[in-house]
């Protein structure tokens, strides 16, 4: 929205649909979200950003309940867009996939080409399918329909307004809540899962929304394309950072029972910067120290 907001998009002409009134799992929501959207008025531009995902913890939860819903959101809300003209009116539709699409064993650095050279790791594997599926939807529809698409894998997000709950959020937003908790709380110790030898690559969520917008600006066809800061940093070393910006002064304790997850991950970004003429900008310590202190002041009341 601020992104929108700086292109000088007008509010009246942005329109936000929520859970709690249009349910895009069901055909029924994602018709009445097209039917009712601007007051009748017809969107130029989808931006599919919606998804139900969390950490390893909920992917092992509900890997039933995360295939679907994914997969019938896009279903839906690709299929609802051509009914309504999208393609007629020279429209767009953006889809926001996931990283968790590559194999298990990607080389690193991840480039687009490999996302069909193996099986996702097993606990993404249900989510990542789904937003892969939903790449190839768009594909199909390019090819059948002409349907103007875009198509961006973002790589870990964080960021002010993440997902904090434990139990659903990611590794960032949950281990700056165990960290700024324990120190409010006055606990001796935090507990992390798997063995901490994990890799990872982290987009702060302003560089991700610059890279979505610039998808839609100039991207006709669905071309997979990272985002990405194109560095890598271990759970281990990334528990020690969160601690330190944190100020946590008591122990972490490992739980090596509890997985890893995808064993690397980390982006090549050169598509980005060839057809979106795009880069991520924040450098990581600032985009931690942002997301502490906004959950410092926001994070309780959520």
Not at 81 to 94: Q, S, W
Not at 164 to 171: A, C, E, P
Not at 202 to 228: C, H, K, Q, S, W
Request: with cysteine; aromatic share 10%; charged share 25%.
């Amino acid at each position: 929205m601020e992104r929108l907001a700086a292109r000088g998009v007008p509010a009246v002409n942005i329109f936000v649909p929520r859970r709690r009134e249009y349910d895009l799992t069901t055909e029924s929501g994602a018709s009445r979200l097209y039917a009712e959207a601007f007051a009748g008025n017809k969107a130029d531009v989808v931006l599919h950003m919606a998804a139900e995902v969390g950490g390893i913890g909920a992917n092992l939860a509900n890997p039933g309940r995360y295939f679907y819903a994914n997969m019938a959101m896009a279903m839906h809300l690709i299929e609802r867009a051509r009914l309504d003209g999208l393609v007629e009116r020279g429209g767009k539709f953006v889809q926001v996939g996931t990283i968790c699409a590559y194999p298990k064993h990607t080389p690193v650095p991840f480039r687009e080409e490999e996302l069909w050279n193996g099986y996702p790791e097993e606990t993404n594997a249900p989510y990542g399918v789904a937003k892969k599926a939903a790449w190839q939807m768009l594909d199909a529809y390019k090819l059948q329909y002409n349907m103007k698409s875009a198509y961006v894998l973002p790589v870990n997000l964080y960021g002010p307004w993440d997902n904090f709950d434990l139990k659903s959020s990611h590794v960032i937003p949950a281990l700056v809540r165990k960290c700024v908790e324990a120190t409010r709380l006055g606990e001796s110790r935090i507990v992390c899962w798997g063995t901490g030898l994990a890799s990872r690559e982290f987009l702060y969520v302003d560089d991700a929304a610059e890279g979505v917008l610039r998808a839609a600006e100039v991207m006709d066809e669905p071309t997979p394309i990272n985002l990405g800061a194109s560095f890598e940093i271990t759970i281990r070393d990334l528990v020690g950072l969160i601690v330190r910006l944190s100020g946590f002064k008591g122990e972490v304790v490992w739980d090596p029972a509890k997985p890893d997850g995808q064993p690397r991950r980390c982006l090549d970004t050169t598509r980005a910067k060839k057809l979106l003429g795009w880069e991520a900008k924040m450098r990581f310590e600032e985009g931690l120290m942002r997301t502490i202190e906004w959950y410092r002041e926001h994070g309780s009341t959520r």
